[in-house]
């Protein structure tokens, strides 16, 4: 059993910046892909960034390329988002997920774990 714990949500000005992280319980952490998922009213989850357990791969979305950066720390259990340069359009409840494995899926469906999600708002 894993669980997710997210902060650093909240409200912040166009064009600011925020720190999200996600602290995971558990010892198969350093053998779990990560995943940040977004979720605005009306709309589809959807991956943000991924990162594979060791760090070596990432994925991201056209959306947010160059302007997030996901990490993850394995000694710590815990895996970050870095969101600068921040846009209304990015305003939405932010998910952390794991899934067993190295492959980082762009699929809400195969991530088993979540964390309970935080929000940011993003004003204009």
């Known amino acids: 059993q894993v669980q997710l714990v997210e902060s650093g949500g909240g409200l912040v000005q166009a064009g600011g910046s925020l720190r999200l992280s996600c602290v995971a319980s558990?010892?198969?952490?350093?053998?779990?892909?990560m995943g940040w998922f977004r979720q605005a009213p009306g709309k589809e989850r959807e991956l943000v960034v991924g990162i594979s357990p060791l760090g070596g791969r990432s994925y991201y979305a056209d959306s947010v390329n160059g302007r997030f950066t996901i990490s993850r720390d394995n000694a710590e259990n815990t895996v970050y988002l870095q969101m600068n340069s921040l846009k209304p359009e990015d305003t939405a409840v932010y998910y952390c997920a794991a899934r067993s494995g190295s492959y980082v899926s762009r699929s809400y469906r195969d991530y088993t774990y979540w964390g309970q999600g935080t929000q940011v708002t993003v004003s204009s």
């Open positions: 558990g010892r198969t952490f350093s053998s779990a892909a």
